[in-house]
């Protein structure tokens, strides 16, 4: 059986995942905007500091409390989908190959986006 492999982050959506996930959590009072701003800028050799310490800061989240901020993440990522990302998405389905989406987003997250686009599966961050 085939399957195919698709990466959240720019590549299946031009809406970053974990901008609309920090503005979810901040909105919902599940992290501080001080806190992450300070770990994110304080010259850290990370590639993208935000997702790190945004992750860090979500540790041991329950996932009922990330699982009510799905329709603020969902929405704009999908809205976001590249259109040809979405006709390939389709035409997998069609010829029967499976669709995975992956992200460094929590699992519950990406697993609300996958099913929103049809997709077979996710695999994401655990928290």
Request: glycine residues 12%.
């Given at each position: 059986?085939?399957?195919?492999?698709?990466v959240l982050e720019?590549?299946?959506?031009?809406?970053?995942?974990?901008?609309?996930?920090?503005?979810?959590?901040?909105?919902?009072?599940?992290?501080?905007?001080?806190?992450?701003?300070?770990?994110?800028?304080?010259?850290?050799?990370?590639?993208?500091?935000?997702?790190?310490?945004?992750?860090?800061?979500?540790?041991?989240?329950?996932?009922?409390?990330?699982?009510?901020?799905?329709?603020?993440?969902?929405?704009?990522?999908?809205?976001?989908?590249?259109?040809?990302?979405?006709?390939?998405?389709?035409?997998?389905a069609a010829d029967?190959?499976?669709?995975?989406?992956?992200?460094?987003?929590?699992?519950?997250?990406?697993?609300?986006?996958?099913?929103?686009?049809?997709?077979?599966?996710?695999?994401?961050?655990?928290?």
């Amino acid at each position: 059986m085939a399957a195919a492999f698709f990466v959240l982050e720019r590549a299946v959506s031009g809406a970053p995942a974990t901008r609309a996930l920090g503005r979810a959590a901040l909105s919902h009072g599940l992290v501080a905007r001080g806190r992450i701003l300070r770990r994110s800028w304080s010259g850290s050799d990370d590639r993208d500091p935000f997702r790190t310490n945004l992750l860090d800061t979500l540790a041991g989240t329950r996932s009922t409390d990330l699982d009510a901020l799905g329709p603020e993440i969902v929405g704009p990522v999908v809205v976001g989908v590249h259109p040809g990302t979405f006709s390939r998405l389709r035409a997998h389905a069609a010829d029967g190959i499976d669709t995975y989406l992956l992200s460094a987003v929590p699992q519950t997250v990406v697993d609300r986006v996958a099913a929103a686009l049809g997709m077979t599966g996710a695999v994401g961050t655990p928290l």
